[in-house]
């Protein structure tokens, strides 16, 4: 028995051109977990009306952000992946869930090297079935056609966990030592508010009313806005930083259904005539920097905050390849490695 960990991220396109960015995104929004609707429909939203505009418009804004190695999620992924390996002594692989490299070359990588434990390790820290259950079943799926004698173990979201919470809480505070803010607002990714009905466990918890999050129930598991607003309360009790100075809203939304609110952009429009003038802003649910931290924050929330009367804007890196979170990757993964655990199949 030899254990292996692959790690998980979202994925990009090959370039940041139309021709590139349309399979990407046909991929992506034909995944049954982000476009959740029957097959035909979805179809018809996708391929018939989606795809016929946005791989022009997103492949501008990949351009924006795109580096000489490539696109920054697939390089700074790597690059903590290096890290992450040098720290322990198990295999750990880098796979994508859409794109290259995918999760059964990864899988492939691990097998070639005799591993038949695998942790699966999706890089979200807060569950979605759009980010993170969308990896565990086509792993499965993968595992059961092309790898029948792996065993599988899952890594829960990580959004409470002590180890993350100091790493995050430290990189933040390092990257406002300089910059004396008035305001520092958590923005994660939305999602349609219907997901997190979806996978309430208890189907009865979530009323998306506010309250619900803040009170205990199983359900919390799986709820995505639950976990966000425990993540951002405990950075703020880690940092002090004191009611009122900070919020909480959510960015990247389609068109069409009511995602988790409050929005971002709405948000940071409104914050200058409230008297914010210098703003930070910090992406909890990316792990890695990507179009959706460098481009839509970094670039046009900044120019918006700005046009509307905004001063100064600082766009708090993700983690990256942070040196003590790449240390605390490794930890988490030999403390699984080198524990009497049961592997889940
Ligand atoms: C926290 C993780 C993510 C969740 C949950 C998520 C849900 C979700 N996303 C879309 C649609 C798009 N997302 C896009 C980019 C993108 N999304 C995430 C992460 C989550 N998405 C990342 C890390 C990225 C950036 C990828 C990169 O290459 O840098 C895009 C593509 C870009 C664009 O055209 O705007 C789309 C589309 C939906 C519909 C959804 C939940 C239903
Ligand atoms: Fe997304
Ligand atoms: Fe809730």
């Avoid at 692959?6 to 992506?28: A, H, I, M, R």
């Avoid at 097998?111 to 086509?138: K, R």
């Avoid at 990714?189 to 997190?196: A, K, V």
Wanted: some cysteine.
């Amino acid at each position: 028995m030899k254990k292996g960990v692959l790690l998980v991220n979202l994925g990009s396109p090959e370039s940041p051109t139309p021709k590139d960015v349309k399979p990407y995104l046909d991929e992506f929004l034909m995944d049954k977990y982000v476009i959740d609707v029957p097959f035909l429909l979805r179809a018809l939203i996708v391929r018939g009306i989606i795809l016929q505009t946005r791989p022009k418009k997103s492949a501008e804004a990949y351009a924006k952000i795109w580096w000489d190695e490539g696109s920054p999620l697939i390089v700074l992924s790597k690059r903590m992946h290096k890290k992450v390996q040098a720290n322990t002594s198990i295999p750990v692989s880098l796979a994508m869930r859409y794109g290259k490299p995918s999760i059964e070359s990864g899988l492939q990588e691990l097998h070639d090297q005799g591993v038949t434990e695998v942790m699966l390790f999706p890089l979200y820290p807060q569950h979605a079935m759009a980010s993170t259950v969308t990896i565990l079943v086509l792993a499965e799926e993968i595992r059961k056609k092309k790898f029948p004698n792996m065993n599988f173990t899952i890594l829960p979201a990580f959004y409470n966990q002590k180890d993350y919470i100091r790493d995050l809480s430290n990189s933040i505070k390092k990257h406002l030592e300089n910059f004396e803010y008035d305001h520092l607002l958590f923005s994660y990714h939305g999602i349609p508010e219907r997901h997190i009905r979806k996978t309430d466990v208890t189907k009865s918890h979530c009323k998306i009313d506010g309250s619900c999050c803040h009170t205990p129930s199983p359900a919390h598991e799986f709820c995505y806005r639950h976990q966000c607003y425990e993540t951002t309360k405990q950075v703020v009790e880690f940092l002090g930083i004191p009611e009122g100075k900070y919020s909480q809203t959510f960015q990247s939304r389609l068109a069409g259904d009511k995602w988790l609110t409050p929005y971002t952009d709405v948000e940071i429009n409104k914050m200058p005539e409230k008297g914010i003038k210098k703003l930070a802003v910090v992406t909890p649910a990316f792990v890695s920097d990507c179009l959706e931290t460098l481009e839509e924050i970094a670039m046009e929330a900044n120019h918006e905050f700005k046009e509307n009367g905004g001063e100064e804007f600082l766009a708090i890196p993700c983690l990256n390849d942070d040196d003590d979170w790449c240390k605390t990757l490794s930890r988490w993964i030999d403390q699984w490695a080198f524990a009497e655990t049961e592997t889940a199949k």
